[in-house]
């Protein structure tokens, strides 16, 4: 088997357009969850989103370009292009054979669609935009990336709600460390702040009124928020052969099903996902320095996964630092995995645990360690990044700091 | 002995219940535990749904997460519905507002 490398990664989210801008804010916790730019009409029952308000498509896309893609499709190709110029790699001749892309949204283009309905039930016009397919379509962003970089090889877009991007990173890491593939751009995007998701989350009744605070007694729901986060993974040693610079690596990856109920989590499934990808890392759960939570803030993933987190790390529960960027970022749905995933490196990379904002007081039911409203600096080898999804969907990801050559 | 609430509103309650989760409304009791009629948090939220278009009002996040039966349903929504004629007879009763107000 292959050690996988992480050679570039990109981000887009309420924090900023790229990783250097994300990363000083993510380090301090200091949260981009803020009112809402429109707060709709009538106003929705949550007032706060994190919404990247600094990204302009136009200073990334001609209009013409911009006519295809959608935001979050936008998103997706403006975070691989970072982490494609962050590792210098090049797709052209044979390695563009052997490269994939691998994307995870959970709903696509949704403001396309939400438009086609306007024209089609309030408007009575049943001439819909020519363009609503490829917009609307959750492949979008992979094709983009596909065809801006000149990657031939696997390219497609998984889509399991809020599990989508770690199912997409897992599949990359899992087919470049097997030998399918000897590099893959992997991650995800969502661009949540169409007025009929908004609503429809509204009246499922899970997101916070005020910004989320994950694992704290006063959690009343989740932050909505949206992005990309891309990461370029490559085989050890085709990245050493070239040169390149070594960020991080993939070493495990597991998922499972809790196959229960269609909202509402269970201990077994989140553990089963942890423990298998651990497994897959070949390592036990002492190794585990840091878990980016999934962490929602709603009343109950934040309980059900203090409980898997126990049941796998038994008494280490209560010394391993916990935390849910959710906080400062929001949870970006299908992207959330991606934008953890950078995260979760560049706490790695820099020995600092991102504290979970907005908390004071942690719920004694859970029963770990988040750290919260202050950073944690500590020597961090090895992270888990934890995604759980509606549909009883959970991923895993286990994430190794780059050897310090 | 506690106060039995309105028959016409246990009965309206009642069929929302029965409508929105399929199920047949003489199954359906006062007494009956959300848990009996294997009634979950999401399904808790359908319900709501429905009542609130029945009714014509919102019912906040705190009250559905406690909703366990149908008594605390009808009692709940009843006192909303008491609160919702207040409102609308303060409204009616309130005076006109000043002609030279500017703010």
Redesign the interface.
Known sequence: MNRVAVTGMGLVCALGNNVAQCWPLLAKGESRIRPLADPGAPPYKFRHGAEALAFRPLDYFSEKDLLFLERFAQMAAVAAREAVAQSGISFAGELGNRSGVITGTSVGGQFSEEEGYVRLYRENNPRVAPLTIPRTMSNAGASRISFEFGIHGPCYTVSTACSSSNHSIGQAFWMVRNGQLTAAIAGGSEAVFAEGLLRAWEAMRVVSPEPCKPFSTERRGLSLGEGAGMLVLENWEHAVARGATILGEIIGFGMSSDAHHITQPCVDGPANAMLWALRDAAIEPDAVDYINAHGTGTQTNDITESHAIRAVFGPKAESVPVSSTKSLHGHALGAAGAVEAVATLLALEHGVVPPTANVSTIDPACEIRVVHSEPLAAKLEIALSNTFAFGGLNASLVLRRAERV | MPEQPDAGLVSKVTAVIAKSQRIPAETITLDSTFEELKI???DG?SI??ELENEFGIGIP?EG??NLRSVRETVEGISKLLDEKAKAEEASVHAPPAAKDDTA
Request: net charge negative.
């Open positions: 979950d948090s999401l939220i709501v749904f996040d559905v997460q």
